[in-house]
């Protein structure tokens, strides 16, 4: 009766057996992603919108804030399970937000925990440039706000 057991566990051991592939989730987008899994267990999450933190984006150029402005609002666009830069087209994201004048962030609200990429652009009243840039973000948190700074440049 013993030998049976001894058996499966070496098997189980040695990964020769598919009864013993570590569970998990398998996708590399995904903020749960199990690098060490061997079998996709539907476990996988994805960022996107339809959570309960608010992403507060605050576009910085040279380390000082840049304010939305009459005729310039600052604006953030948001692509999904990403970490990688879709580029300045905005039609390559999934979500655009617009700021508000006078402010010198733009709130992102309702987002999942995820991975995403957020561009911002805006103008640098000081300089009297348009700024734009990126950064790739990851987001844990289930609520609350994060703050994000995004470098930008001319």
Same mark, same amino acid.
């Given at each position: %009766?013993?030998? @049976?057991? +001894?058996? &499966?566990?070496? +098997?189980?051991? *040695?990964?020769?057996? %598919?009864?013993?592939?570590?569970? !998990? ?22 960022? !996107?919108?339809?959570?309960? *933190?608010?992403? $507060?984006? +605050?576009?910085? /150029? /040279?380390?000082? @804030? =840049?304010? !939305? ?5 600052? #604006?953030? &666009? =948001?692509? &999904? ?6 580029? #300045? ?12 004048? !006078?402010?010198? /962030?733009? /709130? =992102?609200?309702? %987002? ?7 561009? %911002? ?10 700024? &734009?840039?990126?950064? @790739?973000?990851? =987001? ?9 700074? $995004? @470098?930008?440049?001319?």
């Amino acid at each position: %009766m013993k030998k @049976p057991v +001894l058996y &499966f566990l070496v +098997l189980c051991l *040695t990964g020769v057996s %598919m009864q013993c592939k570590k569970k !998990g989730c398998t996708d590399p987008v995904s903020i749960n992603y199990d690098s060490d899994a061997d079998v996709d267990d539907g476990t996988c999450e994805y960022g !996107g919108i339809g959570g309960y *933190t608010t992403i $507060v984006a +605050l576009p910085e /150029h /040279h380390g000082n @804030p =840049i304010v !939305g402005q009459v005729d310039y609002v600052d #604006s953030a &666009f =948001i692509k &999904f399970n990403t970490q990688d830069s879709p580029g #300045s087209n905005p039609a390559n994201y999934d979500w655009v937000y617009a700021g508000e004048e !006078g402010e010198d /962030h733009v /709130h =992102i609200e309702g %987002m999942k925990p995820g991975k995403y990429y957020i561009y %911002m652009t805006g103008f640098d009243s000081i300089f009297g440039e348009r700024v &734009f840039g990126g950064v @790739p973000v990851i =987001i844990t948190q289930t609520s609350g706000e994060v703050d994000v700074v $995004v @470098p930008v440049s001319e």
